[in-house]
T-cell receptor, first 115, second 113 residues
Framework: DGGITQSPKYLFRKEGQNVTLSCEQN?????MYWYRQDPGQGLRLIYY???????QKGDIAEGYSVSREKKESFPLTVTSAQKNPTAFYLC??????????????FGSGTRLTVV | AQSVTQLGSHVSVSEGALVLLRCNYS??????LFWYVQYPNQGLQLLLK??????LVKGINGFEAEFKKSETSFHLTKPSAHMSDAAEYFC???????????FGTGTSLTVIP
Protein backbone atom coordinates (compact mmCIF):
# COMPACT_ATOMS: atom_id res chain seq x y z
CA ASP A 1 0.00 0.00 0.00
CA GLY A 2 1.19 3.49 -0.82
CA GLY A 3 1.72 5.95 1.94
CA ILE A 4 4.07 8.08 3.97
CA THR A 5 6.34 6.62 6.62
CA GLN A 6 7.72 8.77 9.38
CA SER A 7 10.34 7.54 11.78
CA PRO A 8 10.92 7.34 14.60
CA LYS A 9 7.51 7.69 16.20
CA TYR A 10 9.03 9.05 19.42
CA LEU A 11 12.33 10.89 19.69
CA PHE A 12 14.13 12.39 22.64
CA ARG A 13 16.74 15.08 22.24
CA LYS A 14 19.18 16.54 24.69
CA GLU A 15 19.76 20.26 24.80
CA GLY A 16 22.23 21.34 22.12
CA GLN A 17 21.83 18.29 19.92
CA ASN A 18 20.72 18.14 16.32
CA VAL A 19 18.24 15.42 15.45
CA THR A 20 16.89 14.26 12.09
CA LEU A 21 13.34 13.12 11.46
CA SER A 22 12.78 10.80 8.55
CA CYS A 23 9.97 11.03 6.00
CA GLU A 24 9.64 8.60 3.10
CA GLN A 25 6.77 8.30 0.62
CA ASN A 26 5.98 5.79 -2.09
CA UNK A 27 3.05 7.68 -3.59
CA UNK A 28 5.13 9.16 -6.42
CA UNK A 29 4.17 12.63 -5.17
CA UNK A 30 6.31 15.54 -6.25
CA UNK A 31 5.57 17.86 -3.34
CA MET A 32 6.43 17.20 0.30
CA TYR A 33 5.85 19.26 3.41
CA TRP A 34 6.85 19.46 7.05
CA TYR A 35 4.45 20.79 9.66
CA ARG A 36 4.85 21.41 13.33
CA GLN A 37 1.86 20.85 15.60
CA ASP A 38 1.52 22.36 19.05
CA PRO A 39 -1.59 22.18 21.24
CA GLY A 40 -4.07 24.89 20.32
CA GLN A 41 -1.98 26.20 17.43
CA GLY A 42 -2.93 23.85 14.66
CA LEU A 43 -0.42 23.04 11.96
CA ARG A 44 2.36 25.43 11.05
CA LEU A 45 4.40 24.97 7.89
CA ILE A 46 8.15 24.58 8.38
CA TYR A 47 9.47 23.75 4.90
CA TYR A 48 8.15 22.40 1.66
CA UNK A 49 9.64 21.03 -1.53
CA UNK A 50 8.13 20.69 -4.97
CA UNK A 51 11.09 19.13 -6.75
CA UNK A 52 14.28 17.29 -5.97
CA UNK A 53 17.13 19.52 -4.79
CA UNK A 54 14.82 22.47 -4.20
CA UNK A 55 12.85 23.55 -1.14
CA GLN A 56 11.27 26.67 0.32
CA LYS A 57 10.89 28.02 3.81
CA GLY A 58 7.50 28.01 5.40
CA ASP A 59 6.22 30.16 8.21
CA ILE A 60 8.49 28.86 10.98
CA ALA A 61 11.72 27.67 9.30
CA GLU A 62 14.15 29.14 11.83
CA GLY A 63 16.09 26.41 13.61
CA TYR A 64 15.22 23.75 11.05
CA SER A 65 16.87 22.45 7.90
CA VAL A 66 15.80 20.02 5.17
CA SER A 67 17.14 18.26 2.13
CA ARG A 68 15.49 16.69 -0.90
CA GLU A 69 18.03 14.46 -2.60
CA LYS A 70 15.45 11.92 -3.70
CA LYS A 71 11.85 12.31 -4.72
CA GLU A 72 10.79 9.81 -2.08
CA SER A 73 12.60 11.33 0.88
CA PHE A 74 12.37 14.64 2.72
CA PRO A 75 14.23 14.50 6.06
CA LEU A 76 13.93 17.31 8.58
CA THR A 77 16.78 18.27 10.90
CA VAL A 78 15.93 20.07 14.10
CA THR A 79 19.05 22.00 14.99
CA SER A 80 20.28 23.28 18.31
CA ALA A 81 19.20 26.75 17.16
CA GLN A 82 15.56 25.74 17.57
CA LYS A 83 14.86 26.96 21.07
CA ASN A 84 11.60 25.14 21.69
CA PRO A 85 11.64 21.96 19.62
CA THR A 86 9.29 19.86 21.72
CA ALA A 87 6.30 19.24 19.43
CA PHE A 88 4.58 16.80 17.14
CA TYR A 89 6.00 16.86 13.61
CA LEU A 90 3.96 15.85 10.60
CA CYS A 91 5.18 15.13 7.10
CA UNK A 92 2.79 15.35 4.16
CA UNK A 93 2.89 14.96 0.42
CA UNK A 94 0.78 15.89 -2.57
CA UNK A 95 0.71 15.82 -6.32
CA UNK A 96 1.66 18.99 -8.15
CA UNK A 97 -1.23 18.36 -10.51
CA UNK A 98 -4.27 19.93 -8.81
CA UNK A 99 -3.23 19.44 -5.19
CA UNK A 100 -6.10 21.72 -4.20
CA UNK A 101 -8.42 18.99 -5.46
CA UNK A 102 -6.76 15.90 -4.06
CA UNK A 103 -5.53 17.27 -0.76
CA UNK A 104 -2.52 16.16 1.22
CA UNK A 105 -1.55 12.71 2.45
CA PHE A 106 -0.06 12.72 5.94
CA GLY A 107 2.36 10.49 7.76
CA SER A 108 1.67 9.29 11.29
CA GLY A 109 3.97 11.85 12.87
CA THR A 110 7.03 12.01 15.11
CA ARG A 111 6.78 13.27 18.67
CA LEU A 112 9.99 15.04 19.64
CA THR A 113 10.73 15.78 23.26
CA VAL A 114 13.68 17.70 24.64
CA VAL A 115 15.07 16.16 27.81
CA ALA B 1 -4.77 35.36 1.21
CA GLN B 2 -6.67 32.41 2.55
CA SER B 3 -7.45 31.45 6.11
CA VAL B 4 -9.83 29.38 8.17
CA THR B 5 -11.27 29.91 11.61
CA GLN B 6 -12.57 27.06 13.70
CA LEU B 7 -14.92 28.26 16.40
CA GLY B 8 -14.56 26.29 19.59
CA SER B 9 -11.29 24.57 20.38
CA HIS B 10 -13.14 21.96 22.44
CA VAL B 11 -16.58 20.50 21.82
CA SER B 12 -18.28 17.90 24.00
CA VAL B 13 -21.36 15.93 22.97
CA SER B 14 -23.21 12.99 24.40
CA GLU B 15 -23.11 9.69 22.60
CA GLY B 16 -25.97 9.69 20.08
CA ALA B 17 -26.24 13.47 19.94
CA LEU B 18 -25.65 15.72 16.95
CA VAL B 19 -22.07 16.70 16.23
CA LEU B 20 -21.53 20.22 14.85
CA LEU B 21 -18.01 21.54 14.31
CA ARG B 22 -17.75 25.03 12.88
CA CYS B 23 -15.41 26.30 10.19
CA ASN B 24 -15.43 29.69 8.52
CA TYR B 25 -13.07 30.56 5.73
CA SER B 26 -11.67 33.63 4.10
CA UNK B 27 -10.66 33.57 0.46
CA UNK B 28 -10.54 36.10 -2.33
CA UNK B 29 -10.98 33.38 -4.94
CA UNK B 30 -13.18 30.27 -5.01
CA UNK B 31 -11.95 28.00 -2.24
CA UNK B 32 -11.44 24.28 -1.95
CA LEU B 33 -12.29 23.13 1.55
CA PHE B 34 -11.30 20.06 3.49
CA TRP B 35 -11.97 18.43 6.83
CA TYR B 36 -9.34 16.17 8.33
CA VAL B 37 -9.52 14.02 11.47
CA GLN B 38 -6.60 13.23 13.75
CA TYR B 39 -6.64 10.48 16.37
CA PRO B 40 -4.15 10.72 19.25
CA ASN B 41 -0.52 10.47 18.17
CA GLN B 42 -1.48 9.86 14.57
CA GLY B 43 -1.40 11.79 11.33
CA LEU B 44 -4.32 13.53 9.66
CA GLN B 45 -6.84 11.54 7.68
CA LEU B 46 -9.08 13.10 5.06
CA LEU B 47 -12.75 13.09 6.08
CA LEU B 48 -14.26 14.96 3.17
CA LYS B 49 -13.64 17.76 0.71
CA UNK B 50 -15.52 20.42 -1.21
CA UNK B 51 -14.22 21.01 -4.72
CA UNK B 52 -16.96 23.19 -6.26
CA UNK B 53 -19.31 20.38 -7.20
CA UNK B 54 -22.19 19.63 -4.81
CA UNK B 55 -22.43 22.00 -1.87
CA LEU B 56 -23.40 19.18 0.50
CA VAL B 57 -20.48 16.84 0.78
CA LYS B 58 -20.60 13.40 2.36
CA GLY B 59 -17.50 11.88 3.87
CA ILE B 60 -16.36 8.83 5.76
CA ASN B 61 -17.76 7.63 9.08
CA GLY B 62 -21.13 9.33 8.54
CA PHE B 63 -19.82 12.88 8.50
CA GLU B 64 -21.00 15.53 6.08
CA ALA B 65 -20.40 19.23 5.51
CA GLU B 66 -22.23 21.95 3.66
CA PHE B 67 -20.52 24.73 1.75
CA LYS B 68 -22.37 28.02 2.24
CA LYS B 69 -20.81 30.79 0.20
CA SER B 70 -23.06 33.50 1.64
CA GLU B 71 -21.91 32.61 5.15
CA THR B 72 -18.34 31.68 4.14
CA SER B 73 -18.81 28.51 6.16
CA PHE B 74 -18.09 24.82 5.85
CA HIS B 75 -19.42 23.30 9.06
CA LEU B 76 -18.97 19.59 9.76
CA THR B 77 -21.90 17.57 11.09
CA LYS B 78 -22.83 14.06 12.07
CA PRO B 79 -26.35 13.14 13.18
CA SER B 80 -25.36 10.75 15.94
CA ALA B 81 -22.02 10.78 17.74
CA HIS B 82 -20.15 7.56 18.48
CA MET B 83 -17.44 7.09 21.06
CA SER B 84 -15.03 6.39 18.22
CA ASP B 85 -15.57 9.95 16.89
CA ALA B 86 -13.51 11.40 19.74
CA ALA B 87 -10.57 13.03 17.98
CA GLU B 88 -9.19 16.35 16.78
CA TYR B 89 -10.73 17.81 13.64
CA PHE B 90 -9.07 20.27 11.30
CA CYS B 91 -10.61 22.42 8.62
CA UNK B 92 -8.35 23.50 5.75
CA UNK B 93 -8.63 25.74 2.71
CA UNK B 94 -6.76 25.77 -0.56
CA UNK B 95 -7.15 27.51 -3.90
CA UNK B 96 -6.23 26.54 -7.43
CA UNK B 97 -3.49 29.12 -7.78
CA UNK B 98 -1.03 27.33 -5.56
CA UNK B 99 -0.41 24.13 -3.67
CA UNK B 100 -0.45 25.36 -0.11
CA UNK B 101 -3.10 24.50 2.40
CA UNK B 102 -4.09 26.68 5.32
CA PHE B 103 -5.26 24.84 8.38
CA GLY B 104 -7.45 25.94 11.22
CA THR B 105 -6.30 25.53 14.81
CA GLY B 106 -8.39 22.42 15.28
CA THR B 107 -11.39 21.37 17.37
CA SER B 108 -11.06 18.60 19.89
CA LEU B 109 -14.24 16.52 20.06
CA THR B 110 -15.10 14.64 23.24
CA VAL B 111 -17.93 12.12 23.23
CA ILE B 112 -19.54 11.51 26.61
CA PRO B 113 -21.04 8.08 27.20
Amino acid sequence: DGGITQSPKYLFRKEGQNVTLSCEQNLNHDAMYWYRQDPGQGLRLIYYSQIVNDFQKGDIAEGYSVSREKKESFPLTVTSAQKNPTAFYLCASSTLDSPWFYGYTFGSGTRLTVV
Amino acid sequence: AQSVTQLGSHVSVSEGALVLLRCNYSSSVPPYLFWYVQYPNQGLQLLLKYTSAATLVKGINGFEAEFKKSETSFHLTKPSAHMSDAAEYFCAVSVNTGNQFYFGTGTSLTVIP
